[in-house]
């Protein structure tokens, strides 16, 4: 996929001066609550590496995004293929994180409406997904209002969170081609 420019946002390939607003970002308990664990630099950094390692062997990944105006690292929007033990496997997720100064202001459904259209355009992926635990309803929401949809019976145990942690349960959202292009 090709860099993306929106009207407050450029999304583009990862640089050396990400890693440390990235790190900040990973470090940020509030931004990380409805992950297992917060990362440490050293694991930001590896985190930051296998997406460009993506993006080589792929042509798509998680874009970092970028303040326009300011040129500040805002947090990442992107595809990567979905991790093999997914009972929704093989297929692309879409997925988002952004620096806490950032939330609430549109970023998120902005960047993430350009990827979905990009990856439409750009390659030939039948459909879409998107997952999160279930109590992350921000989460939930943009992907509603991105046009995504769920069914109950697609939820799932994420097989890489621990038995019994109340992150486990998640939900899945959907989209096909042929919805986006309906809208």
């Not at 931004?31 to 917060?38: D, S, Y």
């Not at 985190?47 to 990442?76: C, K, P, Q, S």
């Not at 879409?94 to 439409?120: H, Q, T």
């Amino acid at each position: 996929m090709k860099p993306i420019a929106t009207a407050r946002l450029r999304l583009r390939r990862w640089q050396d001066a990400d890693r440390a607003p990235f790190a900040a970002m990973s470090a940020d308990p509030e931004v990380m609550e409805f992950f297992p664990a917060l990362l440490t630099p050293d694991q930001a950094n590896a985190f930051i590496d296998r997406v460009e390692a993506h993006w080589a062997a792929r042509g798509y990944g998680l874009f970092a995004l970028e303040e326009r105006a300011t040129g500040a690292f805002v947090g990442l929007t992107g595809l990567l293929d979905v991790f093999p033990e997914a009972p929704f496997a093989p297929s692309v997720e879409i997925g988002w994180r952004l620096s806490r100064p950032y939330w609430s202001r549109g970023y998120a459904r902005e960047a993430a409406e350009a990827v979905i259209a990009a990856a439409f355009a750009e390659h030939d992926f039948p459909e879409i997904v998107a997952f999160t635990a279930k109590p992350n309803l921000r989460s939930a929401a943009l992907m509603q209002r991105l046009g995504m949809t769920r069914d109950p019976v697609d939820d799932f145990d994420h097989p890489k969170v621990a038995e019994g942690h109340p992150l486990r349960p998640h939900v899945l959202y959907r989209i096909s081609r042929a919805d986006f292009e309906g809208r």
